[in-house]
Nanobody
């Protein structure tokens, strides 16, 4: 059974940094896309970033580009999200996701389907990020 467990959430002041981590278990994920979504209260789930299996094709939502960095370690089955220059609007529950059968070319060209929650097959339980102004 696939399990995704997020960690690293917490409270940070605006302008600060946090690093989220997601540990995957239950199978080998090295050929799958891994990434992050977030959901703030009263809002829809929102795409944040994904990365391909080899780690050389990250893709970011425009609103986090330049501030967030996604990385993965296939030997450990982990995906991390380094979040810098945090803003109050970044506050949300952050979810780790894994997607099967997503071609790397989709990340290279920023395919619209990457932003759709239904594209991803596995979801973690989420970790809360709070940003104080």
């Amino acid at each position: 059974q696939v399990q995704l467990v997020e960690s690293g959430g917490g409270l940070v002041q605006a302008g600060g940094s946090l690093r989220l981590s997601c540990a995957a278990s239950g199978r080998t994920f090295s050929s799958y896309v891994m990434g992050w979504f977030r959901q703030a209260p009263g809002k829809e789930r929102e795409f944040v970033a994904v990365i391909n299996w080899s780690g050389d094709n990250p893709y970011y939502a425009d609103r986090v580009k330049g501030r967030f960095t996604i990385s993965r370690d296939n030997a450990k089955n982990t995906v991390d999200l380094q979040m810098n220059s945090l803003k109050p609007e970044d506050a949300a529950v952050y979810y780790c996701v894994v997607g099967r059968n997503i071609p790397t070319d989709f990340l290279r060209r920023g395919a619209a389907m990457l932003s759709l929650p239904r594209t991803y097959d596995y979801w973690g339980q989420g970790t809360q990020v709070t940003v104080s102004s």
